[in-house]
């Protein structure tokens, strides 16, 4: 099954520019989707279609995905931003068509 | 506003079959734009997807869980269920149902299901 590759962590001043990464074989050519979850809570969609954003969420959230890699942008890291961050992929070509990356914990310094 | 919502026991025995339901409210399970499935996150660990379900009862299943995993529809109630079978330690985890198959936008508030005897 296809699989997806994330840093586990990573860390960021407040007011910083945070880029986390998620690589795939030819992932450019796939919809990326990414979900924020923070303790004790479900996943959150905040990027979806590689770089649309759902209402509600700030326009500091960005993402692009071109060739074997593809990031989530988050501008002005505010404390609240450290979470978990999941990227996922639909492989219609595979009998394990919802794949996710493994997380990465974003820590606000 | 969609909400979906879990149901189900916490506690399972060791070789039991895990089951859990899934209630959706503010919108039809019917609508032909969706699959509708379950992911669960073991704790400390990253999520995991379990399979997603159609209205018209067509599945799909994660392949390293497909031996011992049925998931059902009741458009009736507009409810989808997820049975686990010969659970052990491993199958320990939050178990979230979700709006899918891409992307998922719509989540339960999850239900944490321990295995133990």
């Known amino acids: 099954s296809y699989v997806l590759t994330q840093p586990p962590s990573v860390s960021v001043a407040p007011g910083k520019t945070a880029r986390i990464t998620c690589g795939g074989n030819?992932?450019?050519?796939?919809?990326v989707h990414w979900y924020q979850q923070k303790p004790g809570q479900a996943p959150v969609l905040v990027i979806y279609y590689d770089s649309d954003r759902p209402s509600g969420i700030p326009e500091r959230f960005s993402g692009s995905n071109s060739g074997n890699t593809a990031t989530l942008t988050i501008s002005r890291v505010e404390a609240g931003d450290e979470a978990d961050y999941y990227c996922q992929v639909w492989d219609s070509s595979s009998d394990h068509p919802v794949v996710f990356g493994g997380g990465t914990k974003l820590t606000v310094l | 506003q969609l909400q979906l919502q879990e149901s189900g026991p916490g506690l399972v025995k060791p070789s039991e079959t895990l089951s859990l339901t899934c209630t959706v409210s503010g919108g039809s399970i019917s609508s032909s734009s969706y699959y509708w499935g379950w992911i669960r996150q073991p704790p400390g660990k990253g999520l995991e997807w379990i399979g997603s379900i159609y209205y018209s009862g067509s599945t799909y299943y994660n392949p390293s869980l497909k031996s011992r995993v049925t998931i059902s529809v009741d458009t009736s109630k507009n409810q989808f269920s997820l049975k686990l079978s010969s659970v052990t330690a491993a199958d320990t985890a939050v178990y979230y149902c979700a709006r899918q198959p891409t992307p998922i936008d719509y989540w339960g508030q999850g239900t944490l299901v321990t295995v133990s005897s």
């Open positions: 030819n992932i450019g050519s796939k919809s």
